[in-house]
């Protein structure tokens, strides 16, 4: 399967690539300039305006201090007039690093290593961020608040917009059995923050562990992270499934880019009126993919299975989803 970004950059690499110097990925240098910004006081109290660029803090390995980053698009957008000039750092958005990798530091971006989400944005200005601010990758317009996906077949779903840029982010999983490299066209998968562990991994591998090569049904996997993970501890077969079609598709992508070859069984862009697919997309080895509503999904699924994992978005009732899998697994895991 080819790995390719609708930006028609390099954006997806294997993991091995993306692993090899990320601890140092976002460490100063010893030249690096270190910044001390108030994160509740307005900018204009903290610093001249006027001096403001894509040069503020920026030292000659390339790195500036991400709150810096911030500092110019804030500046920018006070330009724009989308805030004011009494705004202050923390009104500018959600800030999301790419690879998303736990530092005990404010991180040092590279170019083209931060995606922001702003809930107030017009695409002339998000044009301007990506054109003067380097380490800017892609800018969307968007609650970070609410859901992004669909949460369930009865929901409508809900996106953010990408005004310019590219959106296809990385975040590092930490697993036992070695870092998961996950794929998002974030402004259709939800957010989800680094961190030094995984509870949810562990969650999994905890019960898993009680199973000598055990078969384990994902029902609803996101971009396949804890499928991944099972299948790098020795499952005998996972079974991946999601209703959202882009979830299937990073899914596929983070199959291959963690080392599990895929063969696409369905060409992902015949969606039904509803932007739906259904059925079994894509497999391999040791997996096969599919998209579909959980209580579809048991019906066609002609074997059992040791363990069904059920992780829903907040506020989504799981007990139909709980009754569908007891049909085919001897142990429902709630995330």
């Known amino acids: ?44 109290d903290q610093m001249d305006l006027k001096k403001i ?65 702003v809930d107030e944005m017009g695409k002339g200005c998000a044009e301007r961020i990506l054109r003067e601010v380097p380490e800017v990758k892609g800018v969307l317009k968007g609650d970070p608040k609410k859901t992004v996906g669909l949460k369930d077949s009865r929901s409508d779903s809900y996106v953010y917009e990408l005004l310019s840029g590219c959106d296809m982010r990385c975040d590092i999983v930490p697993s036992p059995s070695g870092n998961i490299c996950i794929y998002k066209n974030q402004k259709e998968i939800h957010i989800e923050f680094s961190r030094s562990n995984s509870p949810k991994i562990e969650k999994i591998l905890r019960i898993q562990s009680k199973y000598d ?19 790098k501890s020795d499952a005998q077969k996972v079974v991946f499934n999601d209703i959202w079609p ?16 895929v063969e696409r069984l369905v060409n992902m862009n015949n969606t ?35 363990i069904g994992i059920v992780d829903t978005f907040p506020g989504v009732e799981n007990q139909e989803f709980v009754k569908s899998l007891s049909t085919l697994c001897q142990e429902i895991i709630i995330i």
Do not use: W
Request: proline letters at 7%; aromatic letters at 6%.
């Open 246 to 261: 882009p979830a299937v598709e990073m899914t596929l992508i983070n199959l291959e880019v963690n080392g599990f070859p």
């Open 272 to 306: 039904n009126p509803k932007g739906q697919l259904d059925g079994l997309i894509a497999s391999g080895d040791k997996f096969e993919v599919y998209c579909m509503d959980i209580r579809d999904l048991v019906n066609d699924l002609n074997e059992k299975f040791d």
């Open 213 to 231: 090569s055990p078969k384990i049904l994902d029902s609803t996997c996101g971009p396949g992270t804890l499928g991944i993970a099972s299948l």
């Open 53 to 117: 660029d894509s040069n503020l803090g920026r030292c000659g390995c390339g790195k500036r201090h991400m709150d810096v980053v911030m500092v110019q698009i804030l500046k920018i957008m006070i330009d724009e007039g989308l805030k004011s000039i009494k705004s202050t750092l923390r009104m500018v958005g959600t800030p999301l690093i790419t690879p998303g990798y736990p530092t005990p530091y404010i991180p040092y971006l590279p170019e083209k290593s931060l995606v922001i989400v």
């Open 1 to 44: 399967m080819v790995l390719s970004c609708k930006c028609g950059n390099n954006c997806i690499k294997i993991a091995s690539d993306v692993l090899e110097n990320i601890s140092s990925f976002y460490q100063p240098c010893a030249e690096c300039e270190d910044f001390k910004l108030k994160k509740f006081k307005p900018l204009k």
